[in-house]
Nanobody, 120 residues
Framework: QVQLVESGGGLVQTGGSLRLSCAAS????????MGWFRQAPGKEREFAAA????????SYADSAKGRFTISRDNAKNTVYLQMNSLKPEDTAVYYC?????????????WGQGTQVTVSS
C-alpha cells in the first residue's frame, strides 16, 4: 500500500502559479497511475489531471488544459502538478491519488489534500 502526502498549496493572486507535489512512500510511485483531483467548497470532488505509470499518456480536465501540467519523477517518488494562470475558480483542496491498476480516472489510494486559494 502506498501513502501519499501533498504539499505546495497556498495563497496566490489571480494569474499566478503554484507547483503541487505529491510524495509517495511505502511503494514506488512507478507502480501506479497518478492523478490530481480537487474539491471546492460546497462542490463535489472533480478530476483535474492524470498520468499513466509510464508517463506516456496524460489526461486533463477541460478547465485545466493549457494551464496545468502533470509530471512524475519516479526517481524521487514524486508527482507534480504545475498550475499556471490561476483563477479564483481554481480555489479548492487538491488531492493526489494513486491506482495500482494504471487507470486514469479511478483511484484506490488518496492523500489528505492541500489547500489552494486564488485571490481576485
Amino acid at each position: 500500500q502506498v501513502q501519499l502526502v501533498e504539499s505546495g498549496g497556498g495563497l496566490v493572486q489571480t494569474g499566478g502559479s503554484l507547483r503541487l507535489s505529491c510524495a509517495a512512500s511505502g511503494r514506488t510511485v512507478n507502480s501506479y497511475s497518478m492523478g490530481w483531483f480537487r474539491q471546492a467548497p460546497g462542490k463535489e470532488r472533480e478530476f483535474a489531471a492524470a498520468i499513466l505509470r509510464s508517463g506516456s499518456s496524460t489526461s486533463y480536465a477541460d478547465s485545466a488544459k493549457g494551464r496545468f501540467t502533470i509530471s512524475r519523477d519516479n526517481a524521487k517518488n514524486t508527482v507534480y502538478l504545475q498550475m499556471n494562470s490561476l483563477k479564483p475558480e481554481d480555489t479548492a483542496v487538491y488531492y493526489c491519488a494513486a491506482d495500482p491498476l494504471n487507470r486514469l480516472y479511478e483511484y484506490a489510494y488518496w492523500g489528505q489534500g492541500t489547500q489552494v486559494t486564488v485571490s481576485s
